[in-house]
């Protein structure tokens, strides 16, 4: 039997004294601008992209070749919302450098080139920036921030992975509990209007 773990996924939860630019495992999930769903749609458990959706995957496929202290694990383009494992290996010679996707400016946020802000906030820039381009997108795409977790062991990357791969169905299980809870509720208020109707008309006689 699968062993489900509820990741407790928040910007708050980010650990204050660790340099994130540091070699590790990261989860990470980039959620869409007010959660909307303009990645695709789940059918049949499956992820159908749209043309955003390819372009995220793209892009977040594409992080290595700028980022190269980077290797990319699990990952999922969902509906509204990304989720990926992001690892930050050890630092690589000087010539093997590559460019950021995007030149991203480091003001009051200090944020530390190569870290997981700057890349996270780079792969953001650049599906924007793709879209705008590509697709003529108009408004917001990113929510702000992202939220992340660090893997610290075996147990918990297993944990991750397996949370990333049944993503589709749990999404798709949601989704018919809801239906199934909207149709419950409409079958009550159908039985329930007939009995109200009788114990009006029992006051009502009553009175009389």
């Known amino acids: 039997m699968l062993r489900h773990r509820r990741w407790d996924l928040s910007p708050a939860t980010r650990l204050k004294y660790r340099d994130y630019s540091t070699p590790g495992l990261y989860f990470v999930t980039i959620c869409s601008d007010f959660k909307r769903c303009i990645f695709g749609?789940?059918?049949g458990e499956k992820?159908?992209?749209s043309a955003l959706g390819w372009i995220v995957r793209e892009s977040w496929i594409g992080i290595p070749s700028h980022f190269v202290r980077v290797q990319l694990h699990e990952s999922i383009v969902m509906p509204n919302?990304?989720?990926g494992i992001i690892e930050i290996v050890q630092a690589i010679t000087a010539a093997q450098r590559a460019a950021p996707l995007q030149e991203v400016p480091i003001g009051a946020a200090q944020l530390v080139p190569g870290s997981l802000s700057v890349i996270v906030r780079s792969?953001?820039?650049?599906?924007?920036?793709?879209a705008h381009l590509e697709l003529n997108w108009k408004g917001e795409i990113w929510q702000r921030n992202y939220f992340d977790r660090v893997v610290r062991d075996g147990q918990e990357y297993a944990d991750a992975s397996r949370y990333i791969a049944e993503n589709p169905m749990r999404w798709q299980r949601q989704r018919e509990l809801m239906v199934e809870n909207r149709e419950s509720k409409g079958r009550v208020a159908q039985h329930a209007a007939p009995l109200q109707s009788r114990w009006r008309k029992m006051e009502r006689d009553a009175i009389d």
């Open 81 to 83: 919302h990304v989720h």
């Open 41 to 43: 749609d789940v059918q």
């Open 47 to 49: 992820v159908q992209l």
């Open 123 to 130: 792969f953001k820039a650049v599906v924007t920036r793709r």
